[in-house]
Nanobody, 124 residues
Framework: VQLQASGGGLVQAGGSLRLSCAASQRTAIMGWFRQAPGKAREFVAA????????YYADSVKGRFTVSRDNAKNTVYLQMDSLKPEDTAVYYCAADSFPFSGRRWSNGDYRVDYWGQGTQVTVSS
């Protein structure tokens, strides 16, 4: 499975960005991780194939929304009320295990497929 992410950029604090990640085929789980300079990669959000189950890191709950369009094999991350601490390279991820979203949200970051990163920079 190949993942192609897009949508990063530079935005002021309080602004919004929308990331997209298109997969070459459907997978059970798709989601997002991020890695800030000098920090470990961390889970951000994920959605199962139907979009009926979503998972979020506590740091983004209420500000970010993950969704899927299965007709396009695409996952989106709508990021609102962005903060400077959201600055990171955001990576798309996909997995064939249907309960990976819960596993990722609990700190188990085993991932079948990674996309390339897209930079998100939030200025203060």
């Amino acid at each position: 499975v190949q993942l192609q992410a897009s949508g990063g950029g530079l935005v002021q604090a309080g602004g919004s960005l929308r990331l997209s990640c298109a997969a070459s085929q459907r997978t059970a789980i798709m989601g997002w991780f991020r890695q800030a300079p000098g920090k470990a990669r961390e889970f951000v959000a994920a959605a199962n194939w139907s979009g009926g189950s979503t998972y979020y890191a506590d740091s983004v709950k209420g500000r970010f929304t993950v969704s899927r369009d299965n007709a396009k094999n695409t996952v989106y991350l709508q990021m609102d009320s962005l903060k400077p601490e959201d600055t990171a390279v955001y990576y798309c991820a996909a997995d064939s295990f249907p309960f990976s979203g819960r596993r990722w949200s609990n700190g188990d970051y085993r991932v079948d497929y990674w996309g390339q990163g897209t930079q998100v920079t939030v200025s203060s």
